[in-house]
C-alpha cells in the first residue's frame, strides 16, 4: 500500500520506536524565541548539558517585542521597554552566545516573526521535522514538512537530543478543487474548513491538503492555511511539494546549493503521497462555492460565509455546541441570528504569522488605496519581518497605509497575542488578520473577528464588517 505525505516524513525520521512507548523522533531544525526558551536553557544549565546540534537550532525575537517605531529603522531603545520583555530579549541574547545558537536579534537586519523568518532565510526545506515551543508551527508544512508546536519541557529536550518522543498521528485528506472566486481568499478556505470541520474536527490528525484549488495557490498562501491547521485541532497541516515551493525556496541564504539543490529536488519530488495511499479521513470541498469568510465567536470554528447570519442556538443538534454558542455570544455581546454583514468594528489590526506577509500587504493596501480609515476605527498594519517591511516600504505600500490613516508598525507578533503595548480595549471589537479570536486573546475583553487581510482593509474603510467584494 502507498504511503501519504505525513507518513513518508515520520518514517524517515524514526529513530527508535519500542512496542507500547513513544516514537523517538529526530527533528532536523528547532525554531526558538525569547518567551518559551527561557526555562529550557534553564534546564540545560542545571544539568550540565550543552545544545546537541546548535547548527539546527535557530532563534528570533518576535512574540513581545515592541512594534512601536521611533523613525523608519528603530524601535523603542531596549531601556524603555517593559521590564519583563527587555528581560526576556537579554536573556535569549544571553543563552544563544552561551550555546552557540543562531539569533535573529531585533538589532540585526533579520528579524521578524518567527514563522516568517525561517521560510524566508531558506531553512524550511520539505521533508524537514521542525519544531518550536509556539503551536503556528504548523505554518511550515506549506513546504512539506512536518512542524508542529511544543511545550517548554520539550524545547529542552530537543535541545539537549535532537530528538522527541511523539506518537503518530491519523491522517486526514482536505481535498479542495475548483476555482476561488473574486474576494476569496486562503484565509477563506481554512475558515470554511474549520467552520464546517469544528475547532476540534482535526484532534488526533495531520491535515493534508491537496487539490487543484491548493496546487494553484502561492507560498504564502499555503502558509495561511497550515497556519492555522492547529485551530482546528490538529497536530500539523502540510501541503506536498512541488515547483511553486522550490522555486520559494531556491537562492535562499540555507538553501541547498549546486548538486546538493538537485539531490535534494530529487528527493523532495518522492514525497507527495502515493496514488493509492489510504487516509484514516478525507473530505471535498468545492472552493467556487466559497465566500468571504468573518469569525464572531470566541473559537476560529465560530465562523460564517459574509453573506449568512449567526447561528440560532435551538439550530444546533449538539449540546455541548449550543452551551458554547450561548457563552460566546455573552462574551462577543452579539445575538443569535444577527447577519455577519454589518457587524461593528473599532480596531484594525492586520499582521500576524497568518497574514503578516509581503502579499498580504499588497492585497490590503489594492483596497485601501484612496481611501480613508473611519473616522472612529484605530488600525494598525504589523509587518511580518524587517525584509518584509523594506520590501513594503520599496513598494510605498506603507504610504498607501499611512495616507489611509493605519499606523505602520516595526515586524513582531503584535496584537496577535497582546503580550506587549499592542492591546485592543475592553469591549472593542477587533477586525483582524490574526489566527485566534479567544477571549482575551487580543487583550483583556477584547472581540475578535476573524477575517483576511482584504476583509479586514474594507472593514477599517467602512467602520463595520462589509464584502469586500462590493469593492473589488
Not at 475583553?445 to 482584504?454: F, K, N, T, V, Y
Amino acid at each position: 500500500m502507498g504511503k501519504t505525505l505525513f507518513e513518508k516524513v515520520w518514517n524517515a525520521h524514526v529513530v527508535a520506536q519500542d512496542a507500547g512507548a513513544p516514537t523517538v523522533l529526530y527533528i532536523d531544525t528547532h525554531l526558538i524565541h525569547e518567551v518559551t526558551s527561557p526555562q529550557a536553557f534553564g534546564t540545560l544549565r542545571e544539568k550540565g548539558l550543552k545544545v546537541r546540534n546548535p547548527q539546527r537550532t535557530f532563534a528570533t525575537m518576535d512574540h513581545s517585542i515592541p512594534t512601536l517605531m521611533q523613525n523608519a529603522q528603530e524601535v523603542i531603545p531596549l531601556e524603555m521597554w517593559g521590564s519583563e520583555q527587555a528581560t526576556q530579549v537579554q536573556t535569549l541574547r544571553k543563552n544563544c552566545a552561551d550555546f552557540g545558537v543562531t539569533l535573529w536579534d531585533i538589532a540585526g537586519e533579520v528579524q521578524g516573526v518567527v514563522h516568517v523568518v525561517g521560510p524566508e532565510m531558506g531553512i524550511t526545506h520539505p521533508g524537514m521535522t521542525i519544531v518550536c515551543g509556539d503551536s503556528h508551527t504548523s505554518t511550515h508544512g506549506a513546504f512539506g514538512a512536518l512542524a508542529f508546536g511544543i511545550g517548554t519541557s520539550e524545547v529542552g529536550h530537543v535541545l539537549a537530543t535532537q530528538t522527541l518522543l511523539q506518537n503518530p498521528a491519523k491522517t486526514f485528506a482536505i481535498n479542495v478543487d475548483g476555482e476561488l472566486g473574486v474576494g476569496v481568499t486562503a484565509k477563506d478556505i481554512i475558515l470554511a474548513i474549520i467552520a464546517q470541520i469544528g475547532a476540534a474536527g482535526g484532534t488526533g490528525y495531520v491535515l493534508e491538503y491537496r487539490g487543484s484549488t491548493i496546487r494553484n495557490l502561492s507560498m504564502a498562501n499555503r502558509m495561511t492555511i497550515c497556519n492555522m491547521s492547529i485551530e482546528a485541532g490538529a497536530r500539523a497541516g502540510m501541503i506536498a511539494p512541488d515547483q511553486t515551493t522550490y522555486d520559494f525556496i531556491k537562492g535562499r541564504p540555507y538553501a541547498p546549493k549546486g548538486e546538493a539543490w538537485d539531490k535534494a529536488v530529487a528527493y523532495w519530488n518522492t514525497l507527495p503521497s502515493d496514488p493509492d495511499a489510504k487516509f484514516d479521513r478525507e473530505i471535498f470541498i468545492d472552493a467556487s462555492k466559497l465566500e468571504p469568510m468573518v469569525t464572531y465567536g470566541t473559537n476560529p470554528g465560530q465562523g460564517a460565509g459574509i453573506k449568512q447570519s449567526i447561528p440560532k442556538a435551538a439550530d444546533l443538534e449538539n449540546a455541548a455546541d449550543r452551551r458554547a454558542l450561548e457563552s460566546a455570544l455573552e462574551y462577543m455581546g452579539l445575538r443569535e441570528g444577527q447577519t455577519i454583514q454589518g457587524l461593528p468594528v473599532d480596531q484594525v489590526f492586520i499582521g500576524s504569522c497568518t497574514n503578516g506577509r509581503l502579499e498580504d500587504l499588497r492585497e490590503a493596501a489594492k483596497i485601501l488605496k484612496g481611501k480613508k480609515v473611519s473616522s472612529h476605527v484605530n488600525a494598525i498594519v504589523v509587518p511580518g519581518s524587517k525584509d518584509v517591511r523594506a520590501k513594503a516600504e520599496a513598494e510605498g505600500l506603507d504610504v498607501i497605509f499611512k495616507d489611509a490613516g493605519f499606523e505602520w508598525r516595526g515586524a513582531g507578533c503584535s496584537m496577535c497575542l497582546a503580550m506587549n503595548e499592542d492591546k485592543a480595549g475592553s469591549g472593542k471589537y477587533v477586525a483582524s488578520t490574526s489566527n485566534r479570536n479567544f477571549q482575551g486573546r487580543q487583550g483583556p475583553g477584547a472581540r475578535s473577528l476573524l477575517m483576511s487581510p482584504i476583509m479586514a482593509a474594507a472593514a477599517a474603510i467602512s467602520g463595520h464588517v462589509v464584502d469586500v467584494r462590493d469593492m473589488l
